[in-house]
């Protein structure tokens, strides 16, 4: 397709949205599951289209001028080929089900990474397309497969953030009609705030940090506990784990000492956005470095603690923090 189609079928589209109110019902968020029915499911020739049905009709009025029915019947067949391509895109299209949308992980700055679930049903679906602004991701569903479809978001910021609204759409088989229908999942992805690059060390605590990034190097300075998947193996104790028949830890978050404190009081002169990005930057680092802490927040504590659970909380509070502008 030429740039100028591409123009052409977007000023089309737009003007519809303006002029039919039925395509702009669906700018609110819905809930999933969502499924897609004759009724929100529109279609438009396509730039291919519109001249194909004019070669047509060029066509008709030169066989039926000249008699001439292998003409008539030639431009008749490729008529019921053009409108047969129509329904089979709408079949492609009706029925089709989002069942969730999932984010991973990400940090301010960085793409967010969703996972849109479609369920296909009993029917193949080849050739539908996902526009989301300016990305455009391709995919087909085997019948009775469902499958997850990846779209990329550049532009995040730190809190709560939605999608808004995506297009599938399809001009499968032929390319001559465009067949489309709006999705706006009612899903929020949290993004965690942007880090600071690079960071500062770590603060010093106020306790014996230096014993607790030791710890396993014996039992008797620490209390046990059952192994969790995030600990790390250098502080599994083998012997103790032998005797008790389970696989137990040295819990490094309850030895005597202080854990390293992380405080949004503390970082005095830095705007509130980027204390914020230091304290998500100590608090990855942290967790690299398997050194158990506490996160002090304006009216909230966290910790102290270690380990992914520990990191996500954290990072969760820094993320919803109001913004503030001012140093202090």
């Known amino acids: 397709m030429t740039a100028a189609t591409a123009d052409l079928s977007a000023r ?27 009724r929100r499911i529109y279609v438009l020739p396509s730039g291919f289209g519109l001249l ?31 409108g047969a391509s129509l329904f089979v895109g709408f079949r492609g299209m009706s029925g089709l089900v989002l069942a969730r949308a999932q984010g991973d992980e990400t940090h301010a700055g960085d793409p967010l990474q969703v996972r849109l679930r479609f369920e296909p049903g009993a029917r193949a679906r080849a050739g539908l397309r996902l526009r989301h602004r300016d990305l455009d991701v391709a995919f087909a569903l085997p019948a009775n497969a469902p499958a997850d479809v990846a779209l990329m978001i550049e532009d995040t910021r730190r809190g709560w953030q939605r999608i808004g609204r ?78 008790h028949d389970s696989l137990l830890v040295r819990d490094i978050e309850h030895r005597s000492g202080e854990a390293l404190t992380l405080d949004h009081a503390a970082l005095r002169g830095m705007d509130g956005e980027a204390r914020i990005r230091r304290l998500a930057a100590w608090v990855v680092e942290a967790e690299t470095a398997q050194r158990a802490c506490t996160l002090r927040l304006p009216g909230e504590s966290i910790g102290p603690g270690l380990g992914a659970e520990h990191r996500r909380a954290c990072l969760r509070a820094l993320a919803l923090m109001p913004g503030h502008g001012d140093a202090a």
Not at 14 to 33: F, I, K, Y
Not at 206 to 226: F, K, V, W, Y
Not at 231 to 236: F, H
């Open 12 to 38: 089309v589209l737009a003007w519809a949205e303006r002029r039919l109110p039925a395509l702009t019902r669906l700018r609110r968020a819905e809930s999933l599951p969502t499924r897609l029915d004759r």
């Open 52 to 82: 194909f049905g004019l070669l047509l009709f060029v066509m008709l009025v030169g066989a039926l001028n000249y008699g001439n029915n292998a003409a008539v019947l030639l431009t008749c067949v490729l008529a019921g080929a053009a």
């Open 166 to 243: 995506v297009r599938v759409w399809t001009d499968y088989p032929l390319g001559l009609f465009r067949i489309w229908s709006w999705l706006n999942p009612d899903a929020e992805f949290l993004v965690y705030p942007a880090l600071e690059r690079p960071a500062p060390p770590l603060p010093a605590g106020a306790g014996r940090i230096g014993e607790q990034a030791a710890a396993g190097a014996s039992e008797e300075h620490a209390g046990l506990r059952d192994y969790r998947p995030s600990d790390p193996t250098r502080l599994i104790a083998w012997k103790a784990s032998v005797r």
